[in-house]
């Protein structure tokens, strides 16, 4: 386990992101942890380990000072609903914007990262938003962080619709096509945004080196 973990946050308004920002601020072993996205976080308790600052996803400049004596970076930022934007927003938010934090990230001596991805993801894709996100794993893995931990859920189930018809027929079919994805296909299985943002937190407290991609099984292992 790590003690007095401080962690870098980008994400942490979205689904996984909220979940997994509360259970590392009544995390024991987190010292501090500054949010850093393009609104504040509102939470029900004070917390004396939490800092927020407000900045600018797609000009690293705004927020590259305050990224000081930070050992953990966590990375939940993305588009929620990819089809809804062009495909070079898409890419500016899901790549290059996660790829210029991951670099002032490096610059600045932060030791572990962890990236929130996709299953299925490849730089060799036919897929646009499989191949974006495969190649942002690249570029990660150049960075030579001391551990990178990629995780690749399938469908997360939230308990609310949060995009229209489409999510809502994913959100009601999918939790029931369990039995068909066994052995070699159990990664594409849903998994409950909660369960997820508790796998990333829980994991993030685990001492890690080299390169890990974490997918269904794991994150079921990450729930004690």
């Not at 490096?106 to 190649?135: A, D, I, P, Q």
Request: overall charge neutral.
């Amino acid at each position: 386990m790590q003690n007095n973990q401080s962690i870098v946050f980008i994400g942490a308004t979205g689904a996984v992101g909220s979940i997994t920002l509360h259970q590392l601020l009544s995390d024991e072993n987190t010292s501090r942890i500054l949010t850093l996205g393009r609104r504040t976080i509102e939470i029900e308790e004070t917390s004396k380990i939490l800092h927020q600052a407000v900045i600018d996803i797609h000009d690293p400049t705004s927020y590259a000072d305050l990224i000081v004596d930070y050992d953990i970076a966590i990375c939940t930022l993305g588009v929620g609903e990819p089809s809804k934007i062009s495909k070079a927003d898409f890419i500016a938010i899901d790549k290059t914007a996660v790829l210029h934090f991951a670099k002032i990230c490096r610059e600045k001596g932060v030791r572990h990262f962890h990236l929130l991805s996709s299953v299925g993801t490849s730089s060799t894709s036919k897929n646009y938003y499989l191949r974006t996100k495969g190649e942002l794993h690249e570029e990660l893995i150049k960075l030579n962080f001391d551990s990178l931990s990629i995780y690749q859920p399938s469908m997360i189930l939230t308990p609310q619709n949060r995009y229209g018809w489409t999510q809502a027929i994913f959100l009601k079919v999918w939790p029931k096509l369990d039995f068909i994805f066994q052995k070699g296909w159990r990664k594409y299985r849903g998994i409950k945004v909660d369960m997820l943002g508790k796998a990333i937190a829980n994991n993030v407290s685990l001492e890690q080196q080299g390169i890990e991609y974490l997918q269904y099984d794991d994150f079921l292992r990450l729930q004690s």
